[in-house]
């Protein structure tokens, strides 16, 4: 413990020295400068202890790739050359400072209030018997179900791989319409919930080498869709939950052993690596200006382009609804379709899922405003950034949005990782999986993407499925 101090003084010590030399040097990057410091800071704190923040750490991995690693690039190397004005470059990175900051206070906060307690230890004693009869009839509802909608959800994901390979990635955005039958859609969407509640009972490795193996295969097949980001935040969902496993009924020996460890972060940059290739590929065998560069900082300069929706949305801010309340996209497009919206009269008659003018200018996306803006030949042929959560919530609320949204991230992380090691309940791990699953993606998504998984209810119908099934067979016995 007393070394883990040390390390956080010494980045601190560092840091202060750091920031002092880059005043005088490069005043101009005063606050990337400090969100570099904050970041750096952030980590620092989590390897204090990373199996009691490994979601923290988790997201702030994600931060880096998709927003903090493409700014640091731009500022050095100039890899993006878009012309972004001075009081836009600051606007961008004031935005970043305070999504940190944000985060921060929401997740300190949070450790000292949630459930009531402190940081729990790592020997604390559970109220689940995982190894009990209501524990493993759990496990096999959802061992189960996963290997039967696990069919149906590979094949739906085939059909979009399929139509990508024939037609092209930027084509999948523009006609791409399924072949596979609603109902066969409706059973693979249970997959991953039925996944998350089989890890929620704490099953052991051998028990979870088929399930994972199966997972791991379908996240690699999704590259074929043209999409990474699912692939990537798969994985780190896996890495977070194997972490949380070493102080979770972890059998005899530890789930990811020091060794293991030490593999892990050998693989990393053969990953990214991996990933800068698909991209190369993916793209014709070029990829912008990354090409000029090693594939490792290729991956990032490629990865880091979500930095350029924040600096879009400010430059192009005249033109957004005020009424779109681009921040609930994910909200608003459920309602659009639910009977609350005919209910009431809400005339949410806002174009969805289609890349066209109206969309853009008219809709509440604002990845499809930025992308219209930005680039309108390419966008209207199936192009364009995703979104991010930062630049929803300055749009819809300003500096502030920024900070409070920043501060219930750090809430939900925070409280989610500590309701999973007091292993409270297993149904509200199993969910707690599935927001945390979304929230990783929120960088370059939505910021309401992780209530998506609750709107609709056959994302998560497995859940309250297994509890009435369990409940009556306790009543049987």
Not at 166 to 186: F, K, W
Not at 391 to 411: K, T
Request: glycine share 8%.
């Amino acid at each position: 413990m007393q070394k883990r101090k040390n390390l956080i003084t010494a980045l601190f010590v560092i840091s202060l020295l750091f920031l002092g030399v880059s005043i005088i040097i490069a005043p101009q990057s005063i606050l990337l400068i400090l969100t570099c410091i904050v970041f750096i800071l952030m980590i620092g704190y989590c390897f204090q202890n990373l199996e009691n923040n490994v979601f923290l750490f988790c997201f702030l991995i994600c931060f880096f790739t998709y927003l903090l690693s493409g700014q640091v690039l731009d500022r050095v190397l100039g890899v993006y050359n878009y012309g972004f004005s001075d009081e836009i470059e600051l606007h961008t990175d004031l935005s970043l400072l305070i999504s940190l900051i944000g985060l921060l206070i929401g997740y300190l906060v949070s450790r000292k209030v949630t459930f009531g307690v402190g940081n729990e230890t790592k020997n604390q004693k559970t109220s689940i018997d995982f190894n009990g009869s209501y524990c493993i009839t759990i496990r096999k509802i959802g061992r189960y179900a996963f290997y039967l909608s696990y069919v149906f959800w590979l094949f739906t994901m085939l059909d979009r791989a399929i139509y990508v390979y024939r037609h092209g990635y930027i084509n999948y955005y523009i006609s791409y319409s399924a072949n596979v039958n609603i109902i066969i859609r409706v059973l693979g969407s249970v997959a991953p919930s039925a996944f998350y509640l089989f890890l929620a009972t704490m099953p052991k490795k051998k028990e979870i080498r088929l399930p994972l193996a199966l997972y791991l295969i379908y996240m690699f097949l999704s590259l074929g869709t043209g999409r990474r980001i699912h692939f990537m935040t798969g994985v780190v969902l896996v890495f977070a939950y194997f972490l949380c496993r070493n102080s979770i009924n972890p059998d005899v020996k530890p789930w990811i052993p020091r060794k293991t460890m030490i593999r892990i972060i050998i693989t990393i940059p053969l990953l990214i690596t991996a990933m800068y290739l698909f991209e190369y590929i993916r793209s014709d065998y070029y990829v912008g200006n990354s090409d000029d560069y090693s594939p490792i900082v290729g991956f990032f300069i490629r990865q880091g382009t979500s930095i350029n929706v924040i600096k879009y949305a400010e430059k192009y801010k005249s033109g957004l609804d005020p009424s779109a309340h681009y921040s609930l996209y994910t909200l608003i497009r459920w309602l659009q379709s639910s009977f609350i919206n005919r209910l009431l009269g809400l005339k949410l008659d806002f174009a969805f899922g289609v890349q066209t003018e109206m969309t853009a200018l008219h809709g509440t996306n604002l990845a499809d405003y930025v992308s219209y803006k930005a680039m309108p030949y390419t966008y209207l042929r199936g192009g364009g950034w995703g979104s991010c959560y930062i630049a929803e919530l300055y749009a819809d609320f300003g500096y502030i949005g920024v900070l409070l949204g920043s501060i219930l991230y750090g809430v939900l992380l925070d409280g989610i990782l500590k309701g999973i090691r007091l292993n409270k309940s297993i149904w509200s791990t199993a969910l707690g999986l599935l927001i945390v699953s979304s929230l990783f993606k929120a960088p370059r998504a939505s910021f309401d993407d992780f209530l998506a998984n609750f709107l609709y209810f056959y994302n998560w119908i497995i859940i309250p499925f297994a509890y009435i099934i369990v409940k009556r067979v306790k009543q049987k016995k």
